[in-house]
Nanobody, 123 residues
Framework: QVQLVESGGGLVQPGDSLRLSCAAS????????IGWFRQAPGKEREGVSC????????YYADSVKGRFTISRDNVKNTVYLQMNSLKLEDTAVYYC????????????????WGQGTQVTVSS
């Protein structure tokens, strides 16, 4: 099993940046693809980004491509999501998850979830 804890959320203005962190512990966390998902009120959970176990492959939803960057430090067992040029529509609870595949950043491919961190973009 893998335990995941997100941090770094907050209240920012449009155009600002935030970096989210996902600290992993448990059974070989560096062996899992790690994904970031978000869920806004009244909406389904959306796959945002994913990174392969080695960090060599990264995936992004079209809505964040060019603005968000995912990375991982397998020594620290931490995955980061650098979010730049934030928009009002990026407001959501952000979750990280460990799973079996980054393909299509699909919710059903992920087995272990953190508790989430709130990101609010407001003017």
């Amino acid at each position: 099993q893998v335990q995941l804890v997100e941090s770094g959320g907050g209240l920012v203005q449009p155009g600002d940046s935030l970096r989210l962190s996902c600290a992993a512990s448990g059974s070989t966390p560096d062996g899992y693809p790690i994904g970031w998902f978000r869920q806004a009120p009244g909406k389904e959970r959306e796959g945002v980004s994913c990174i392969s176990p080695s960090g060599g492959s990264t995936y992004y939803a079209d809505s964040v491509k060019g603005r968000f960057t995912i990375s991982r430090d397998n020594v620290k067992n931490t995955v980061y999501l650098q979010m730049n040029s934030l928009k009002l529509e990026d407001t959501a609870v952000y979750y990280c998850a460990a799973g079996r595949s980054c393909a299509s950043i699909r919710y059903s491919h992920f087995d272990y979830w953190g508790q989430g961190t709130q990101v609010t973009v407001s003017s």
